[in-house]
Nanobody, 127 residues
Framework: QVQLIESGGGLVQAGGSLRLSCAAS????????MGWFRQAPGKQREFVAI????????YYADSVKGRFTASRDDAKNTVYLQMNSLKPEDTAIYYC????????????????????WGQGTQVTVSS
């Protein structure tokens, strides 16, 4: 059974940093693209970042470009989201998800392309 578990969320002041982790099991994740999404209260779940199965290709939402970095360690079946220069508008529940092996960009920006999701981790940025 595929399982994704996020961790690393918390409360941080504006300008601070957090690193989210997503531990995966139940699938050989080294061959699947992984995505990060977030959902703020009263808003739709939105794309944040994706990382290709090789880790060599990443895409980011314009709102986080230059501040967030996605990476993966396939030996640990874990993907990461390093978040720097956090802003209050980054406050949301952050989710990791995995898509089909053949899914490419720009389809990976759509949450409908992902078949497994984690439970989410809360990130709160105070001003």
């Amino acid at each position: 059974q595929v399982q994704l578990i996020e961790s690393g969320g918390g409360l941080v002041q504006a300008g601070g940093s957090l690193r989210l982790s997503c531990a995966a099991s139940g699938r050989t994740f080294s061959t699947y693209p992984m995505g990060w999404f977030r959902q703020a209260p009263g808003k739709q779940r939105e794309f944040v970042a994706i990382i290709s199965w090789s880790g060599g290709i990443t895409y980011y939402a314009d709102s986080v470009k230059g501040r967030f970095t996605a990476s993966r360690d396939d030996a640990k079946n874990t993907v990461y989201l390093q978040m720097n220069s956090l802003k209050p508008e980054d406050t949301a529940i952050y989710y990791c998800a995995t898509a089909g092996q053949r899914t490419g960009w720009p389809r990976l920006a759509s949450k409908s392309e992902y078949d497994y999701w984690g439970q989410g981790t809360q990130v709160t940025v105070s001003s």
